[in-house]
């Protein structure tokens, strides 16, 4: 069963190598660059990965950069932050390719408090409570490591290409009659800081993005 793992990313060369070396066998990644200064793409290419370069900034725009380039019937999303474990991708890839679920979400058990401040908890449930209310989906977290077939996510015509990209990916597929369910995946402390929600600016924009895609 083959696999196409979109990795976003911007400034992350220090995690890229723990991330690519715990690839599971038949798991090809895609690593979308989206303006990294670090040298990422280069360490990238140097472990194997398949660089696309996104020059539109967001994590949307790298994210459905990758889904375009994907070429695996299964494709999943991941962050290449070191935060989630490649060696767990099986958990969310599995159901689709049998045919059991159409979007698989893995939701993050963080494995020390500093993986996931207490702020960001909070706020997640509260997004998880309006899922429920405008989808009536039950998820507990809009994980960032998730699993659906290519062609089926592309019909779904996404158009937010920041960090709303995750939601409006569940609300289309619930709009269209998709089974969608969650499993368990470690969450560990992350390799730096997060471009979306590590700065007050960036949880902000978050907010407003994702009020966005409920709203519409």
Known sequence: MSVDLILPCLNEAAALPWVLGRLPAGV???????GSTDGSPE???RYGAT???CEVR??????????????????AFMDADASLDPQQLVRVTAPVHSGRVDLMVGRRRPVSKDAWPWHLRLANAELSRLI???????????????????????????LDRR????????VRAADA?????????????????????????GAARAVLDMSRVLSG
């Open 163 to 170: 960090s709303g990209y995750p939601l409006e990916t569940v």
């Open 28 to 34: 090809r990644a895609v690593v979308v660059d989206n």
């Open 58 to 75: 967001g994590y949307g725009a790298a994210c459905h950069a990758g889904l375009q380039a994907a070429e695996a019937d299964v494709v």
């Open 177 to 201: 009659g998709w089974r969608i369910a969650e499993v368990d995946v470690d969450y560990l402390p992350r390799s730096g800081r997060s471009k979306v929600t590590g700065t007050p600016l």
């Open 132 to 158: 429920r209310r405008r989808t009536g989906v039950r998820l507990h977290d809009l994980g960032p490591m998730r699993a659906a077939r290519r062609i089926e996510l592309l019909a779904l015509a996404l």
């Open 43 to 45: 360490v990238a290419a």
């Open 51 to 53: 660089v696309v370069s």
